[in-house]
């Protein structure tokens, strides 16, 4: 992965930054998604900047494929750093109250401070996140039918769209956006597991191996009760061969077909299906710093 910065960072993300730049002086409250999974490698750091002096709202979302008790230590250790933050499933009924009430809350003052001069405030919300983390489908979600494109890979979203919620609400969709320069290689792969690098650039059977290992330590139960070959015998490198041969993926000559193995084994993992599982854990409360 680490020598693959050419599509990293398209073009495309270039202009959806500097579209945000040019409509930022609209936005009241910026939501930040990040994947649930991974809250650190899924968090782009150029939003500090980018963001600088609003008023922001984080949300954990997919908490659905995490780890329960894993999220809710993600929000106490947001809570403690002052960060305003929530677990939601953007694909679920209940996303819809939290984030309005996180909204409420954060433009509240604002709000008030029209309202004594007799002015009723449309408030305007930027949904921002890296690729694929579900802003589309919880703007969706918050307007109760289906506004926006989604879809199971990153750069669905292409442009910016204003979706009108109420007379005084609006959200603005924009496209996944990650920052220029690769960093922790560790956290690279994360991103890539969760899908919000586009697959073409990766090597993907090298990826499902990775992804497989990691698994296997995090969640082995599960892992070898949904590819029936694995073990914890099986030779590190020889995994994904062992999804093949689970599901009897054989190519002509008897090989294994291990890049369907692999695109199974992503989509399955991507999906939730293989188990809720967090790739990443807050730092414990006794040494808050930086996140692993
Ligand atoms: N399980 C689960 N899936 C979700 C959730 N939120 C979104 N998804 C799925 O994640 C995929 C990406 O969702 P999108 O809403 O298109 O993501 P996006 O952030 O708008 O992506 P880009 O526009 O590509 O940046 C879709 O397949 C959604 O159905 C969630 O909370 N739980
Ligand atoms: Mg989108």
Not at 5 to 18: E, F, L, Q, S, T
Not at 238 to 265: C, M, N, P, Q
């Amino acid at each position: 992965m680490e020598g693959n910065p050419i599509n990293w960072y398209p073009g495309h993300m270039a202009k959806a930054k500097r579209m945000l730049e040019e409509n930022l002086k609209l936005i009241d409250v910026v939501i930040e998604l990040v994947d649930a999974r991974a809250p650190t490698a899924s968090r782009n750091p150029d939003f500090d900047a980018l963001f600088q002096g609003k008023s922001r709202v984080l949300l954990l979302n997919k908490s659905d494929l995490a780890d329960p008790a894993t999220n809710k230590r993600w929000i106490g250790y947001y809570k403690r750093q002052g960060i305003e933050a929530a677990e939601v499933t953007a694909s679920a009924q209940n996303a819809k109250t939290t984030a309005i009430r996180l909204i409420e809350k954060a433009t509240a003052e604002r709000v008030k401070r029209f309202e004594e001069k007799g002015v009723k405030k449309t408030i305007r919300v930027l949904i921002a996140g890296i690729p694929n983390v579900g802003k589309s489908t919880l703007i969706n979600r918050i307007a109760g039918e289906k506004r926006a494109q989604t879809g199971d890979k990153p750069g669905v979203t292409k442009g910016k769209q204003w979706v009108k919620i109420t007379p005084h609400l609006e959200l603005l969709d924009s496209p996944g956006l990650l920052w220029p320069k690769l960093g922790d290689v560790k956290l690279s792969e994360h991103l890539a597991f969760l899908g919000s690098i586009n697959d073409e650039i990766l090597n993907i059977e090298e990826l499902a191996e990775h992804l497989l290992a990691t698994l296997r330590e995090l969640k082995p139960d599960a892992l070898f009760e949904r590819y029936k070959k694995l073990s914890a015998d099986t030779p590190e490198g020889a995994l994904l061969e062992g999804v093949a041969k689970s599901r009897g993926f054989v190519l002509k000559g008897g090989v294994y077909d291990t890049e369907r193995a692999a695109r199974i084994v992503l989509d399955e993992f991507r999906a939730g299906k293989i188990a809720r599982v967090s790739l990443e854990q807050p730092p414990k409360e006794e040494d808050d710093g930086e996140a692993e």
